[in-house]
């Protein structure tokens, strides 16, 4: 059972063109919701996160939208670039699990030139 | 210096036989964590331990087993490993700073059993 279910599976954006990646989730006791980037041959590492106590959070050209009537956040990657092509995974805990995470299945970004 | 350490970063194996993959940080933390990456599936956790004496199993934990040997270390291991467990796995600590939580992972090991 899939508890973050994560879109598209792939997506390819031209250079300077907006990346957005949806996921939601099932767990109302979810309160942690971050993204991670991983590059090939690395392991994920974490870009930007963001609490329900907010609708939105920027950091530079990243932007989490969390909707929590719908139960879905997304990742909007602004004026993407070639060096953001990676995999991206969202992610989920709860309070009372610490930092157990339930990741989403991962999007493949490629930023042509 | 990588902070979170794994060794091997690859090992070929055959069915029946007992492998352990090896975690190392320098990072401090009391949070480790082991998980598998297939594609299509994203991370899938196999096993947590918020301190030397806590071991939890996460999500897959059948068919494997972790030791907590100290802070630092934290090992995985696959008594009779299976052609179905080949995959890539990923050791991770973390710690919480403000209401930032980051999970810090490993280079990765690919397994390969035949």
């Known amino acids: 059972q899939q508890q973050v279910k994560q879109s598209p599976q792939s997506l390819i954006v031209q250079k300077g063109g907006i990346s957005i990646i949806n996921c939601a989730y099932e767990n109302t006791a979810f309160d942690y919701f971050p993204w991670y980037q991983q590059f090939p041959g690395k392991g994920p590492a974490l870009l930007i996160a963001i609490r329900p106590d907010v609708s939105e959070k920027k950091e530079g050209r990243f932007t989490i939208s969390f909707n929590k009537s719908a139960k879905q956040f997304s990742l909007h990657i602004m004026d993407s670039q070639p060096g953001d092509s990676a995999t991206y995974f969202c992610?989920?805990?709860?309070?009372?699990?610490?930092?157990?995470?339930?990741f989403g299945e991962g999007t493949q970004l490629t930023v042509n030139p | 210096d990588a902070d979170v350490t794994q060794t091997p970063r690859n090992r070929i194996t055959k069915t029946g036989k007992r492998i352990m993959l090896e975690c190392s940080q320098t990072?401090?933390?009391?949070?480790m964590y082991w998980y598998r990456q297939d594609p299509g599936l994203g991370l899938q956790l196999i096993y947590y331990?918020?301190?030397?004496?806590?071991?939890n199993k996460g999500e897959i934990s059948d068919g494997y087993s972790v030791s907590r040997q100290a802070q630092a270390k934290f090992s995985l291991s696959l008594e009779s490993a299976i052609p179905n467990q080949t995959a890539l796995y990923f050791c991770?600590?973390?710690?919480?700073?403000?209401?930032?939580?980051?999970?810090?992972f490993g280079p990765g090991t690919r397994l390969t059993v035949l």
């Open positions: 991770a600590t973390s710690v919480t700073s403000g209401d930032t939580d980051t999970q810090y």
């Open positions: 331990s918020f301190d030397v004496k806590d071991i």
């Open positions: 990072k401090g933390h009391d949070r």
């Open positions: 992610a989920a805990s709860k309070e009372t699990s610490g930092s157990r995470l339930t």
